[in-house]
Structure formats: C-alpha cells, structure tokens
C-alpha cells in the first residue's frame, strides 16, 4: 500500500469503476466521484474501509474544488484519473453549438479543473495523472465535438507532462477502442449486433473490455512507468495499426 489517495472521476461507470478496482489493489483510499450520487453511493457500499463516494459534476470549479475538499480528509492525492467523459453520436453537419460545448466541457475541460484542484497535492507526491481519452481523439470514428474534445485532452496531457515534469508529475493519457459499457446502451439498443459489427474491424477481432483500460492506468500510474510521460497509450485491440480488410483488398493476399 503507499498510504495515498487515488481519484477517479466517472467512477460509477463501467471504466471508472474497473479503474477504481484495480486501483484499490495498491492505494489506501480511492475517492470514486462522479455526478450520479445514487449509482456512486451504492458501488462503494460494503466497500467503505477504501471506497469514499463523492457527488461533483466535474465541469463545475466550485465541485472540484470540493471533490479536492473530500480528498484531502482522506489523505494526499497521488492519483488523478479523468475517466469521466460521454459523447453525442451526431455528425459534425448535426452539431449544435450547444453539443459542441458541451462535449467540450465535459471531455477536455473538466480534466484542466480536477488538475488544477488537486495540483497542490500532486505535486507534494510527485504524482501521476492519467486522462481516458479514445482512438476519437486520434483519427474520425464519428462523434465529431467529443473527438474534438479528446484530441484536446492527448494535448493537455503533454501540456501538463511538459510543464509540470520538474515537480515529478506525469501525465498520460489512454486511448480506448471500443468498450462494452452502460454508454453503448441506446446505441445496442438500435442495433443489438453492434459490438459483432465493431469487431471485424478490430485486429485482434474483439472489442475492448474494461479491466484492460483499468490495467492500462495501473501500469501508468504506477511506478514501473516512472520515465513514461507525455504518452498517449492506445488500448484499442489494433484498430489504429491498421485494418486486415482494407490490407486485404489492396494487397488481393487472403492471409489477411
Ligand atoms: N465505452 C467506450 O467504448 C469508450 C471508448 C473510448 C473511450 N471511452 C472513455 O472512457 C470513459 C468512461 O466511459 P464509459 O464507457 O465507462 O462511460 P459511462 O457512461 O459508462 O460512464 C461515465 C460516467 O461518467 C459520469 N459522468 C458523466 N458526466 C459527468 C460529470 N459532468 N461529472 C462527473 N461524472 C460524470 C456518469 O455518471 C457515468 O457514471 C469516458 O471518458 C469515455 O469517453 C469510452
């Protein structure tokens, strides 16, 4: 155990909640925080030795300067993970400026705020902050305002890794594929083979699960990537590296 606190926004879904997991297996305390305070209080029931829920809408100042308040009577932060994040399946030629705002609020800025609210503590641990950012941010899958947004937080996080290194921070950021969560619900909903249909596209031929993501963040944050910062981690079973359908058709090689 290394006697700190780890934070994780978003906790009550599916990534969040894996991440929380697997990060309980090597901190003290994790602070699960998250806007939905019904889902986020029951996750951490028969857990309350290490779970500590906390209700904050990270794209407000005001409830993560509290979220920081909350952590701190449970010690010092040494974790920061930006989990929390949604996006709106419209193209770019359906997006409100609202939507657009919105996205980018939630998806970019909101991990610029719980940053500055606990930057005092990452600093006095040398911590190590991680942003759940998506293979979105790193080429068009659609979702064009949340792409956008995640495209911005692979910036902010070699923002804070350029200007922050000298206090010992670092800062990574993760780029999942597809995940299996409460977030595809309406879209399973209007296609029930959505994840089959995702999969041809994958190399590895499945899409990806959470406790992968959540591994992912365990070995960012830990110590054996103590000279790893500034990276953005694509967790994506192969989709950025290429699809064998496409090599297929320009090579007309069946090994593909
Ligand atoms: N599921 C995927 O396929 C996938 C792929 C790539 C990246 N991601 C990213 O992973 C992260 C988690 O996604 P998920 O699929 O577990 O989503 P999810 O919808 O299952 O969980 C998101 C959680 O964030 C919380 N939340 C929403 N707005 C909030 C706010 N303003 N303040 C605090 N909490 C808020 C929700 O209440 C929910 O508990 C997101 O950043 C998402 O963009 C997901």
Known sequence: MSGTVAVVTGAAGDIGLAIAQRLSQTHDKIILADINTEAVTKLCEGHRDQFVPVTCDVTREAD???????AAGHG???VLVNNAGAARAV????????IFRQDTALNLEAAFL????LEADLKSTRGS???IASVNGLAVFGHPAY??????????????????????IRCNAIAPGTVKTQAWEARAA???NVFEDAKRWYPLQRVVDPKDVA???AFLSGAEASAITGVCLPVDCGLLAGQAELARTFSQSDNY
Do not use: M
């Open 91 to 98: 193209s770019l030629g359906d997006t409100t400026a609202e």
């Open 190 to 192: 209007a296609n029930p």
């Open 76 to 78: 010092t932060v040494s």
């Open 147 to 168: 792409s956008a947004a995640k495209a911005g937080l692979i910036h902010l996080t070699k923002l804070i890794a350029v200007e922050y290194g000298k206090y010992g």
């Open 64 to 70: 993560c300067a509290t979220l920081a308040a909350e």
């Open 215 to 217: 591994n992912a963040v």
């Open 129 to 131: 902050v991680v942003n």
């Open 114 to 117: 719980t940053f500055q609210a």
